[in-house]
């Protein structure tokens, strides 16, 4: 466990919060049919290209994931994706509907901006990879399992999420090895980013966060006690720019990392750990924010959080209580100086830096 000795009694406080306004999108027309035009050549016929797309498609868009995501548990050894699977480039929302929602490994490269309507399933063993500076998926967003089809082992990366008539991303229904990773997420409708419903084991990293009020809910609701023991999530190397509230807000997930972030002109606050919710917020770079941390928010009962090694620039102080466990008991990590968190984060989160 690791302890904080300056632990403060929990506040609460009600803020109005400030919605993006709904974008509201119109049906796709004729979209039955056209999913197989959108398959890459090597793989029209046969599939037979696809060993080869593969090994190109990972030399030129490397990595893996840190913290949660990478740990072996609840039968996965880490998060991987499609990794091995057929690889498929994507241009029409027909298309990405259709392989997101296929069963089995596939990396689905989406190519240009794809204007969907609603919440497209994703289900297990996805790797969906943004190509070059413009992926875009608008309109919608991508929801990561059903009640009936698990959304485990999924990647996300390099994708700009824009105008989502719901939530831009949500990662829910037990899914669990989940990596979000150098994306562009803003001006949607609810949530740009929500964990609930006994997800587990999630990585959320290089993220631009930006133009709307709500980032990054972890957590159903304060009855969804089935929340507790789940929802490990590792947050790390997001910027959180200009955005309201939640980076993240949180119910009864222990432990959950809050690893060099960059935090700037948050309107109401930047972490808020509710319900009995254990938080680590270490090495993170807070300016102008008038409420760094927050125990307890709104009609939520206080959580713990554990603060260590950050910097408020410009900010107010950061309220703390409890111990919390350590997230070490998971992984290892090396933690940046905060001081060096700006500059490092401004440059590297968000699309486009990472080759693919």
């Not at 964990?195 to 009855?223: M, P, Q, Y």
């Not at 409420?291 to 408020?312: A, C, F, Q, T």
């Not at 209580?321 to 940046?336: K, L, N």
Request: with cysteine; net charge neutral.
């Amino acid at each position: 466990m690791i302890t904080d000795d300056l632990a403060r009694p929990a506040a609460r406080r009600r803020h109005r919060t400030v919605a993006a306004a709904a974008l509201l999108v119109a049906a796709l027309a004729g979209a039955g049919g056209a999913a197989h035009a959108d398959i890459s050549g090597s793989d029209r016929a046969s599939g037979s290209g696809a060993a080869g797309a593969a090994g190109a498609l990972s030399a030129a868009c490397t990595g893996s994931p840190q913290g949660f995501a990478s740990v072996d548990a609840s039968g996965q050894n880490g998060t991987t994706g499609g990794a091995g699977g057929p690889v498929v480039t994507v241009t029409t929302a027909a298309a990405l509907k259709d392989y997101v929602g296929r069963a089995g490994a596939y990396v689905i490269q989406v190519s240009g901006r794809i204007q969907v309507s609603g919440m497209l399933t994703v289900v297990a063993n996805k790797s969906i990879l943004g190509v070059g500076t413009t992926a875009e998926i608008t309109g919608g967003g991508l929801q990561l399992g059903s009640t009936t089809r698990p959304g485990n082992n999924v990647i996300i990366r390099n994708i700009r999420f824009s105008g989502a008539s719901d939530d831009s991303i949500s990662v829910t229904n037990k899914a669990h090895h989940v990596w979000i990773d150098h994306n562009d997420l803003s001006d949607g409708y609810d949530g740009l980013l929500d964990i609930k419903r006994e997800s587990d084991f999630v990585t959320v990293s290089w993220n631009h966060f930006h133009d709307h009020s709500k980032s990054a809910l972890l957590g159903h609701s304060d009855g969804y006690t089935a929340d507790i023991g789940k929802l490990r999530v590792t947050y790390h190397h997001n910027f959180f720019d200009g955005t309201d509230q939640r980076h993240p807000r949180v119910r009864f997930a222990e432990p959950v990392h809050v690893l060099n972030n960059y935090y700037r002109n948050n309107a109401l606050y930047g972490v808020a750990s509710t319900e009995n919710a254990g938080l680590l917020v270490e090495g993170n770079y807070f300016q102008n924010v008038a409420h760094p941390i927050y125990v307890g928010y709104d009609k939520s009962g206080p959580g713990r959080v554990v603060e260590r090694n950050n910097l408020y620039v410009g900010s107010g102080t950061p309220q703390t209580a409890g111990t919390v466990v350590e997230p070490r008991t998971y992984y290892s990590y090396t933690v940046d100086d905060p001081a060096t968190v700006p500059a490092k984060v401004s440059a590297g989160a968000g699309v486009g830096k990472i080759g693919c």
